[in-house]
């Protein structure tokens, strides 16, 4: 019998008979080994998948894990046939020939074996792992872990061995550094063993730590326990306590232990001072900020921007304008983007929500408007936290507008000043969200403030800011350019006294650069050589630093940010890290706020960075990675997801030469990404990450190819999409059915939802089909999920016969998937339906899909996709109108507004609101056909995308022209046209020419007319019917040229077409017209209500106008 091991304990590995083996390449298949070697017993296979895969779909997550156990087994190779015991319902690992570390520490501990149970800790449980259940399951044999170390503090003691004693209390304090007991025991063994500073010295530590996380002091009884050791009182700060170095927090202030020669003090601001608050040189752009906030103030919301290079002063000016608000009693926040290399998506508004929040207090349940989850979107942006989700373009705009209501809110009582600095290295998401929020802000009192760099080009910025121009909001950008020669003499005069030979020298060389100039004061004054600039500086600066402080100071430098409270209280290799800070803080080169402390300028930073040697800034990213991961967030009201820093920890590991971990934190990253609707950063992750993976040697993992596929799909990117589609296939053994049938499982579903592609969908259900037939033992779920996603793509672009058989089999299933979530079983029964209706919508009956359409809808609402659920009554709604029931496409239409007015789908409500608007309309009813469009206009305003409010425009065209206004129709369907409107643009371009010339303008009409021939025609379109209407135009035009024997012939020509077009009162159902609906719905992506073509009025509306020419006089009329 073979012997497998299993290592938990540090790096997940196993060996067979003392042999180790290479796991497989899949980071979730090691996790199921982890899972299953931690938790003895059978687990059930829905559970395992839900575990391991909890972003995805339950069929592609149950066949990810059947293909997780197909790789397990093969890495294991003979032995997994007696220990990896797979079922149709459980799994387990079992036998006798298992070993876990975990399972031999507990058993030695029940044995009452502590020592040989302690010996086999060799790290954090699973420490390349941190999912929630390998933190909780981190936690519990962490308090394991120091319940053993208690034991043997016990047994040493009572042994009369202090110091052994006092060793494995030590132990005990960094198992759980914030457990008081532990400290208070570490503490008394210290005094106890004669080492008094060693006491000071853990309880300092403690403190500081206990501040830093949880906002709280040391009881009394720990006090106590070092008063008799030092002359201050116990309620008195301990030195190197968190005042030092956040000077903001109210607390007695203290002092670094043995403070190196303190450096010249830097200047209050980055940049120039000339007394408190006041700049020097930039008297102008201070005036023109205080004009720009008091016009803010008033309700007249703006945006400025301040552009330059590094250290021209961009952020004092920020700072003066911020300390003016706040005088004149605003509120306040700032937030800077982080340094280099990706951060997650909206991390410069994550700390500016922090910020707002802890000054605003909890928000108010339920909200003053908007979305129902707003406080959990917001808990996403801050936390990366999940959220409810829909699509990923629906989500984006809920995430936004929940940032929008927030500000409104802040705002609600006293002006809003916002400062977010160093936009060139914001990411994507933050800058857009800027976008957003700037569009929004005109009408309250709230100020934004925006500073850049100049080089290098960001085009990304260069559009928010573009962006911003054209809305108005961007009311003034100011370029900081080199200081004169003047104010730059007096600037060094202000921050040290030197011979002014060496001031001129100075300033000769800062070339205009207030930083410049300031830091190669402060080391000229050290007698540095001032060409030596920045570097030399910095260098100086440093070197007066004791070991410990240097290291706070270049941890800081490669860390690439500022640091919080806790951060502090925790960094890697510092015994004392805020005394460390708190000395470091008297080089010049750091500034500490209430919460944070870095460098006071990011080229201080770089300067700093750049001098360390290569080998030196590889360790310190290595371990400020490792710090990173395993740390966990403590004290906090608001957690944040363990992946949200996933991006920066591998940006560490890759700078330290670790690809392999680096992939493996990117995959995490895009999953966080994701959860917050930041597609193209996922991309961005997981490209990198496949690039890494491939760099480092390591199998590559076909599931984050699929996952790249996925969300290129939902980007639009198909030609991007099937690239890494194909590379997942080549990575996919060709026998391992379920794995091959999972991944086109999901390509089916991205192509009918990030990119409608009916025939591509098909045909990666029918491939997904074809492998659940070669598996044999098929998963009921995914083969239930394949035959009710072929139904949808047959009955939409296939064989509408065959969608009838695939839906009867569906149906059968879905008895076997009853173990699913109910969530899962319900968005089955909103395919099947879906895929019901859509055939008999394809067959244009249109009446029998109501039926289904309300059942799809009730389903989808149960899965908690409001989403879906209006999409089903949207569809319904068309429908009804296809049928000539308006009354009742209008009933439809309106129960869609409650499933997506609460929950923030602005899009849909455009939508919503148009559908009502055409059919108000159609029914005559004018006057709340306007109300309803001016809502569609409020909604698409609040989103700003063009097509939107270009749709409004067409709508406003159609309601003008049926009230007679053609003068106002022409313009508004000129403005559909212009901002691409989602409507058949050869139907708009024929309906502005026939309003043209019903005004009198037939020249105008008939350019129109020529415009026509230059659009594209798709099937959605109904080509005939654009030829009856040209020849309608056509006659129009004739008439108003005064040639009515041709208007009369033209209009006859439509008539024709027109009559061919229409169908008797009751005749059998119009495939034709069917065929066109799943058009339209293809080509304009939603059921196409305001698209509608009715012949019978088009015909009426045509012999008026065949009337009118008889009566005056055509010939052929």
Excluded at 661 to 682: F, G, S, T, Y
Excluded at 896 to 914: I, M, Q
Excluded at 1057 to 1068: C, I, K, N, V, Y
Aim: one cysteine or more; proline letters at 6%.
């Amino acid at each position: 019998m073979a012997t497998l091991q299993v290592r938990l304990l540090g790096e997940l590995g196993a060996e067979v008979d003392g042999i180790a083996i290479t796991l497989p390449t899949s980071r979730r298949a090691c996790a199921l080994l982890a899972w299953l070697a931690l938790r003895p017993g059978p687990h059930s296979r829905s559970r395992l998948a839900a575990l391991l895969w909890p972003d995805v779909l339950d069929a592609s997550a149950r066949a990810s894990l059947r293909s997780a156990l197909w790789a397990l087994r093969a890495a294991l190779g003979p032995t997994a046939n007696e220990c990896l015991h797979a079922g149709r319902d459980h799994v387990e690992l079992a036998g006798n020939g298992l070993i876990v570390d975990v399972r031999e520490l507990e058993r030695l501990l029940a044995a009452g074996c502590p020592q040989q149970a302690v010996a086999l800790h060799r790290g954090d449980l699973l420490a390349q792992f941190d999912a929630d259940w390998v933190l909780d399951a981190r936690d519990e044999h962490r308090e394991r872990l120091c319940g053993a170390y208690a034991a043997l503090v016990v047994a040493a003691e009572g042994d009369g061995h202090v110091r052994t004693a006092r060793d494995w209390a030590a132990k005990r304090v960094a198992a759980m550094p914030l457990d008081e007991q532990a400290a208070r025991e570490l503490i008394r063994l210290l005094v106890a063993g004669g080492d008094q500073a060693g006491a000071v010295a853990a309880y300092q530590r403690f403190a500081a730590r206990l501040g830093a996380e949880l906002g709280i002091s040391p009881a009394a009884e720990t006090k106590r326990l070092v008063s008799a050791l030092r002359e201050e009182p116990p309620g008195a700060a301990s030195p190197g306590a968190f005042p030092a170095v956040f000077p903001a927090t109210p607390a007695t202030p203290a002092t670094p232990a043995t403070p190196a020669t303190p450096a010249t003090p830097a200047p209050s601001a980055a940049g120039a001072v000339n007394g408190p608050g006041r700049l020097v040189g930039r008297d102008g752009e201070v005036r023109a900020l205080l004009r720009h906030w008091q016009a803010s103030r008033a309700g007249s919301g703006t945006a400025v921007a301040i552009s330059g290079d590094g250290g021209m002063g961009k952020t004092r000016l920020a700072r003066e304008i911020l300390d003016a608000a706040a005088a004149d009693g605003a509120l306040t926040a700032i937030a800077a983007a982080g340094g280099p290399g990706a951060a997650a998506p909206f991390a410069l508004w994550s700390e500016l929500l922090d910020d707002l929040i802890a000054q605003t207090g909890p928000l108010p349940k339920p909200p003053p408007h908007g979305d129902a989850d707003w406080d959990t979107l917001l808990t996403a942006i801050r936390t990366g936290a999940r959220a409810p989700a829909t699509e990923p373009r629906l989500d984006r705009i809920r995430f936004f507008e929940a940032t929008v209501a927030l500000l409104g809110w802040a705002a609600r009582d006293r002006p809003l000043v916002l400062v977010l600095e160093d936009l060139h290295a914001a990411d994507r998401s933050s800058l857009e969200l800027v976008a957003y929020a700037g569009r929004r802000i005109t009408r309250q009192p709230v100020l934004f403030v925006l500073t850049r760099r100049r080089l290098p080009p960001r085009s990304e910025l260069d559009a928010v800011l573009a962006a911003l121009r054209a809305r108005g909001t961007l009311a003034a950008e100011f370029d900081l350019g080199p200081l004169p020669a003047a104010a730059l003499d007096k600037l060094v005069g202000l921050t040290v006294r030197i011979p002014a030979a060496h001031r001129e020298r100075i300033v000769r060389l800062a070339a205009g650069n207030p930083l410049l100039a300031v830091e190669t004061a402060r080391y000229a004054a050290h007698d540095g050589d001032p060409a030596a600039g920045l570097a030399g500086a910095a260098r100086q600066a440093i070197a007066r630093l004791s070991p410990a402080a240097r290291m706070f100071t270049e941890l800081a430098a490669v860390a690439g940010r500022d640091l919080d409270r806790a951060e502090v209280a925790s960094l890697p290799l510092l015994d004392n890290a805020p005394g460390a800070a708190a000395e470091a803080l008297g080089s010049g080169l750091l500034h500490a706020s209430a919460e944070r402390t870095g460098f006071r300028h990011q080229l201080l930073r770089e300067a700093v960075y750049q001098d360390l040697p290569d080998p030196v800034r590889a360790r310190l990213h290595e371990k400020l990675a490792t710090w990173l991961r395993e740390r966990e967030p403590r004290g906090s009201a608001v957690r944040p997801s363990p992946a949200r820093n996933a991006a920066e920890i591998a940006r560490h590991f890759r700078l330290a030469g670790q690809a392999d971990l680096a992939a493996d934190q990117l995959v995490r990253a895009a999953a966080a990404a994701r959860m917050v609707a930041a597609l193209p950063e996922a991309a961005a992750y997981l490209t990198e990450a496949a690039s890494l993976a491939g760099q480092a040697g390591a199998g590559l993992d076909p599931e984050l190819f699929i996952e790249l596929a996925d969300v290129q799909a939902w980007r639009g990117m198909l030609p991007e999409s099937d690239e890494a589609f194909g590379r997942a296939l080549e990575l996919i053994a060709s026998d391992d059915h379920d794995a091959l049938a999972a991944a086109w499982l999901r390509r089916g579903h991205w192509l009918r939802g990030g990119i409608c592609h009916p025939r591509e969908s098909l045909r990666s259900y029918r491939a997904a089909l074809d492998c659940c037939d070669h598996g044999g033992d098929t998963d009921p779920l995914i083969l239930t999920e394949s035959l009710a996603g072929m139904a949808w793509a047959q009955a939409v672009a296939g064989d509408a016969a065959e969608a009838d058989n695939l839906l009867v089999k569906a149906e059968g299933m879905l008895s076997e998937v009853a173990g699913a979530s109910p969530a899962r079983v319900s968005r089955l029964s909103h395919d099947i339906d879906v895929a019901r209706a859509h055939a008999l919508l394809r067959a244009g009956r249109f009446t029998e899909s109501y039926g289904s359409l309300a059942a799809a809808s009730a389903a989808a609402s149960r899965a908690g996709r409001p989403d879906l659920a209006y999409s089903s009554l949207v569809n319904a709604a068309s429908a009804a109108a296809c049928a000539g029931d308006l009354p009742r496409a209008l009933d439809f239409a309106d129960r869609c507004l409650p499933l997506v007015a609460p929950t923030g789908l602005l899009r849909p409500c455009v939508y919503t609101h148009s559908a009502r608007t055409a059919l108000l309309r159609l029914l005559g009813r004018l006057g709340e056909a306007r109300v309803a469009c001016d809502a569609a206009a409020a909604a698409a305003e609040r989103i700003g995308l063009p097509e939107l409010e270009g749709l409004v425009h067409h709508d406003r065209g159609l309601l003008a022209t049926a009230a007679g206004e053609y003068k106002t129709a022409a313009i508004e369907l000129g403005l559909a046209l212009d901002l691409g409107a989602p409507v058949s643009r050869p139907r708009a371009r024929l309906l502005r020419a026939e309003v043209l010339a019903r005004d009198g303008r037939p020249d105008d009409a008939e350019t129109e007319l020529r415009g026509v021939a230059l659009e594209p025609v798709s099937p959605a379109d109904l080509p005939d019917t654009l030829v009856a209407r040209m020849s309608h135009v056509q006659g129009l035009i004739a008439l108003q040229r005064g040639n009515r024997s041709l208007a009369a012939r033209r209009l006859r020509e439509a008539e024709s077409g027109w009559l061919r077009r229409s169908r008797p009162e009751h005749a059998e159902p119009d495939i034709d017209f069917g065929q066109h609906y799943v058009a339209a719905l293809i080509d304009l992506g939603r059921p196409p209500v305001a698209e509608l073509i009715e012949p019978a009025r088009e015909l009426a509306a045509l012999r008026a106008d065949i009337a009118t020419v008889a009566d005056l006089g055509g010939s052929d009329a």
